[in-house]
């Protein structure tokens, strides 16, 4: 059986999507329905719209999404209808060695399923990709159920979507990743929604000083919001590292970089402390660039690491939504607007002009 459902479809990179009705299967064995309530746009769902990341088209993106469950397949005992659920992009089944070891999300059917390509939407028979499994930007989708977390029912869904993505991303790769101490010091990189949620992050590990860094100074009031000490501006005549060292002269415990271009990656590096300084990738990084990395930045003892989702599990998420919901950390100025799903696209426009922080849409 399938069933009509309205969704964003993105018919080829560097198009506006269209909105149309497509079919969606029901749910197989360890399968769930969805009907999402809003969704976050995500700079990841923009790289596929651009054809960067070798997505298949068409394709129904959206990542951020939190819903409640309709309907469930046969295997499935940990969901039931009217579950309020978000799924992580990250599935978790329990048994493979990434699973088991505790440390880290990156389930090894994860690959797999994007490898398989399978896909609940089909348009006149034709399948229409689903990127990474979810497909928010329409109304309902079908997903695994190990992707699935259920959350608190009273968290206000219009910014809680956001914790799917963008906000774990960035409160993980902080306290989780990177595990900021507390009186610690930290320069964060970029400070877009991501960014924004590294300095939540660290705000919220304790962290005595926390500098966030960008080339735009209109930034300045969302990263002071968010828990940053200092705001130094980037791009000025003064380098942004010679700036973190009068806030910092032995450079900073812990460096994020959340935009995703490889030198920035190094000059965090440098603005760590050479004997311990740790420097974490956030931003996703061009396909096929290499990081440029002077050898003595590393020789007394500095680390670069990498971080994907936030280093989180399925499991987090629901930690972070409860964390959200006592109101450790606020997402007013992170969730500049709301848009219904006919204006999908320019809540994309508002994403990369830098007037929206983060748009979602309400369904
Ligand atoms: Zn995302
Ligand atoms: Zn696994």
Redesign the pocket.
Known sequence: MTQKVRAAVAFAPNESMRIVEVDLADPGPGQVMIRFIATGL???DQHVLDGHMGHKFPAILG??GIGEVVSVGADVADFQPSDRVIPFLVPDCGRCAFCRSGRTNLCVEFGKRRAADATPFSLDGKPVHVFMGIGSFAEMSVVHADMLVKVDETARTDQACCIA??VTTGIGAATITANVQPGSSVAVFGVGGVGLSVVQGARLAGAGTIIAVDRNPDKEPAARLSGATHFVTAGGEEPAGRQIRRIAPMGVDYAFECVGMPQLLTDALAASNPGWGLAVGVGIMPDGATLPVPAGYLSSGRAVKGSYMGGAKRQDVGRFVDMFVKGDFSLDHIVTHRLPLEEINRGFDMMLSGEAVRSVVIY
Do not use: L, W
Request: proline share 0%; with cysteine; hydrophobic share 0%.
């Open positions: 995500c700079h990841s990542h951020e993505c963008g």
